[in-house]
């Protein structure tokens, strides 16, 4: 490295040049492929999420229930047995899926949703899809699930190399995560969806916290996850990933979605998961459930294409001014970019 640097001494400012021009640039954004909007759905009203959140909403006009997941193991309890009572729709937004015994299972459970009737919106980040590419192409095959990848990389050269030459608009990420099952159910929060986020990985245990709501925010959460696919800045998944599962490719994936699910299950982790008494408890008690009014803050997927002079139209803004406006008590649970909050102000 040092003889190249004698040799070409302008080669340090030009690359300093160059990632100074990188981040100071305009974003432009590639022209989206042709795409059919669509909307979050309304269940049956025999659904069982519909029924359940009925009963414990019934008390609490124009209110949100909302219950704190801080147990890994919970929060992946939770999501199988929402999954496997959805009849009507799963949207999936997460900054982060990993192709590991959580992805699959959870990849398992959404196809076998699917089989049921359930349309399957999946959002992803593309900044770390990795591993997870060859899953998501194959899950796409199926007629009820379609994938979306938001601000995707051109995918044709090294990643450092497209992120560099084309910093301004590739470091604007989605890091908005939540699941919503029948419009009924909702998870937020920091969790993505990997094994260091549910207490499988033996190396890693990431210790975050997310909440399941119901009643009032769930709507306001929909509404935002279809602004995000929608948007112009969504790209189909086999728009922006080349490869194309054949027939023995499927099989073989279906085998590997089998074979993960049935061992992960049958481990003293996964026959915990089918007996977690969480599931039952928050079902029938209301009590339980922390009820207050709520409001969903969340950036614009314009920010893209934003300047940073129009920074102040992302949520930063009026989460600020409700911080400044705090009169009687402020909690902020923040371990990253992604806080939980709670401003009271009765």
């Known amino acids: 490295m040092e003889a190249t640097l004698r040799q070409f001494p302008f080669l340090p400012p030009l690359l300093l040049l160059f990632c100074l021009c990188a981040c100071s640039a305009q974003p432009v954004f590639p022209e989206p492929p042709q795409r059919t909007a669509?909307?979050?759905?309304?269940?049956?009203?025999?659904?069982p999420l519909v029924q359940i959140t009925g009963r414990l909403t019934a008390g609490h006009r124009?209110?949100?229930?909302?219950?704190?997941?801080?147990?890994?193991?919970?929060?992946?309890?939770?999501?199988?047995?929402?999954i496997r009572a959805a009849q009507s729709s799963i949207d999936i937004?997460?900054?982060?899926?990993r192709r590991d015994?959580?992805?699959?299972?959870?990849?398992?459970?959404l196809l076998r949703a699917a089989d049921r009737g359930v349309r399957v919106r999946?959002?992803?980040?593309?900044?770390?899809?990795?591993?997870?590419?060859?899953?998501?192409?194959?899950?796409?095959?199926?007629?009820?699930?379609?994938?979306?990848?938001?601000?995707?990389?051109?995918?044709?050269?090294?990643?450092?190399l497209e992120?560099?030459?084309?910093?301004?608009?590739?470091?604007?990420?989605?890091h908005n995560k939540s699941f919503t099952v029948d419009n009924r159910v909702t998870f937020i929060g920091g969790r993505n969806l990997s094994n260091?986020?549910?207490g499988i990985d033996n190396k890693v245990h990431f210790g975050d916290l997310e909440l399941v709501a119901i009643g009032e925010v769930v709507p306001h959460i929909t509404r935002q996850f279809d602004l995000y696919w929608n948007s112009p800045f969504s790209f189909p998944v086999q728009a922006v990933f080349e490869q194309r599962p054949d027939g023995d490719g499927q099989r073989r994936f279906a085998e590997e979605l089998e074979r993960n699910g049935e061992h992960l299950l049958l481990s003293d982790y996964g026959r915990s998961l089918q007996d977690s008494p969480v599931i039952e408890t928050l079902s029938r008690d209301a009590d339980l459930w922390y009820w207050g009014q709520t409001r969903a803050l969340f950036d614009p997927p314009q920010k893209v294409a934003y300047t940073?002079?129009?920074?102040?139209?992302?949520a930063g803004g009026e989460l600020m001014e409700r911080i400044t406006g705090a009169r009687r008590q402020l909690i902020i649970i923040s371990p990253t970019c992604c806080p939980a909050m709670t401003i009271c102000n009765g």
């Open 196 to 198: 260091k986020y549910f």
């Open 93 to 97: 937004q997460y900054f982060i899926f």
């Open 308 to 314: 940073p002079e129009n920074s102040g139209q992302f």
């Open 38 to 47: 669509s909307f979050h759905r309304e269940p049956p009203a025999d659904a």
């Open 122 to 160: 999946f959002l992803l980040d593309d900044f770390t899809t990795g591993d997870a590419g060859e899953i998501l192409v194959a899950l796409q095959q199926h007629p009820n699930v379609e994938i979306r990848l938001f601000n995707p990389f051109p995918h044709r050269g090294p990643r450092a």
């Open 101 to 109: 015994e959580t992805g699959l299972l959870l990849t398992r459970e």
């Open 62 to 82: 124009d209110q949100s229930g909302v219950y704190p997941v801080t147990s890994a193991h919970n929060a992946l309890a939770v999501r199988l047995a929402t």
């Open 163 to 174: 992120f560099f030459a084309d910093f301004h608009r590739l470091q604007r990420r989605m």
